[in-house]
């Protein structure tokens, strides 16, 4: 039996960290959804990049856009809203079949909105009704900014995947405003099952400190805080509050990994898929990643339910002088910075790619 297949049957949704044209043409996603257990996907500003200006699949289409006087922003999002309809329709199936707990795509607002509340809540909106499928998820980031537009969308309907969280306390923010949504939805009379998962961003913690710590710390730290987020994503999950609003018919908000191919070429390729496997959880697993995974990936323990050594663990890298709350805020912001980065990339790759295909015409 595949490790991804383990992975699956022990609980854990596996969604695949990537979306290209390519990968939807050739029948690459197919096959992951066959053959590698794969029941669902995410998209970022980078992935597109990255696949727009690495080739030519997008190019009839963005030549046809631009006859149709399309640029920019709008541009590249009916680029993206075509491939994730297509995955969404591939993954309704398992969608239809959980009941709408798995078969998810994600597509994520303007990095631009990440400090601006009202925008984002504009932009959930539009873009949740513009993908016209049941299982496509908007991202917003659980920046500050980003906390009261979680909590409206919910509140609107708008099924919602928070994204750039790293610590514990950003993730538990991000599910109170999940909750504040739901119960406002609830007090007014409308359904209560707006889906939602939030994603705790692994690796980039180990990336931002090794080599910085002494060496018996390398690539611990993103476990570590993984347990500890663990440890209260399933306190929450029994809470009171949650189980009133569960009585009501809301689903679950889940947690899932993000982030999590391995940085540090010294260390395991699979470390934080093996590391992460948790029951009812989702880990977004990069292409290369779900590949050695596949190849030599081992299913050994699941997470413990009660954090288990996480606490011990951060005392150690307190000790070390890794002020983990302050290094959660600055990776938060560091992220949201390189999404913009990727945006504006993008949005220039888009432009000059235009100017090229309209020239050719």
């Known amino acids: 039996m595949k490790a991804t297949q383990t992975l699956h ?6 969604w695949l960290d990537n979306i290209t044209r390519n990968l939807l043409r050739t029948g690459g996603l197919r096959r992951y959804f066959d053959e590698f257990s794969v029941t669902g996907l995410t998209s970022n500003p980078t992935i597109f990049d990255h696949a727009i200006k690495n080739g030519n699949d997008y190019d009839d289409s963005i030549r046809s856009k631009v006859a149709q006087g399309k640029s920019g922003e709008k541009l590249f999002f009916e680029l993206a809203i075509e491939d994730l309809t297509q995955a969404a329709d591939l993954f309704r199936p398992v969608h239809d079949r959980t009941g709408g707990l798995d078969g998810w795509v994600s597509l994520e607002v303007s990095p ?12 959930a909106k539009d873009l949740h009704a513009q993908v016209r499928r049941p299982n496509v998820m908007i991202k917003i980031p659980g ?13 609107a309907g708008v099924p919602i995947n928070v994204t750039l969280l790293f610590s ?8 109170d405003a999940y ?18 998962v939030a994603s705790i961003f692994i690796s980039r913690w180990d990336a ?7 060496a018996a710390l390398n690539d611990r730290l993103g ?21 009133r609003a569960y009585n009501e018919g809301a689903r679950p908000q889940r947690l899932l990994w993000a982030s999590t191919g391995t940085k540090n070429p010294k260390a395991s390729d699979v470390l934080y898929v093996e590391a992460l496997a948790a029951p009812f959880t989702v880990n977004t697993i990069p292409e290369a990643t779900l590949k050695a995974f596949v190849d030599h990936g081992n299913v050994g323990k699941t997470m413990p339910t009660d954090g288990g050594n996480a606490e011990e663990e951060l005392a150690r890298f307190a000790d070390a002088k890794v002020d983990v709350g302050a290094l959660a805020r600055q990776l938060q912001e560091d992220g949201a910075k390189a999404f913009v980065k990727s945006w504006s990339e993008l949005l220039g790759v888009i432009s000059s790619k235009s100017a090229v295909l309209k020239r050719a015409s």
Do not use: C
């Open 9 to 14: 049957d022990l609980g854990q949704s596996i």
């Open 112 to 123: 631009l909105l990440a400090h601006d509340t009202a925008a984002t809540i504009a932009a």
């Open 208 to 214: 931002a400190i090794n080599g910085k710590v002494p």
């Open 168 to 175: 514990t306390e950003q993730y538990v923010a991000s599910a």
């Open 223 to 243: 476990i570590a805080v993984a347990r500890q987020a663990y440890r209260s994503y399933l306190g929450l999950l029994n809470s009171p509050r949650w189980m």
């Open 143 to 155: 920046t500050p900014q980003g906390v009261p537009a979680i909590e409206e969308s919910i509140f």
């Open 179 to 196: 909750m504040r949504g739901i119960e406002r939805r609830i007090a007014a009379g409308l359904k209560a099952e707006v889906p939602s």
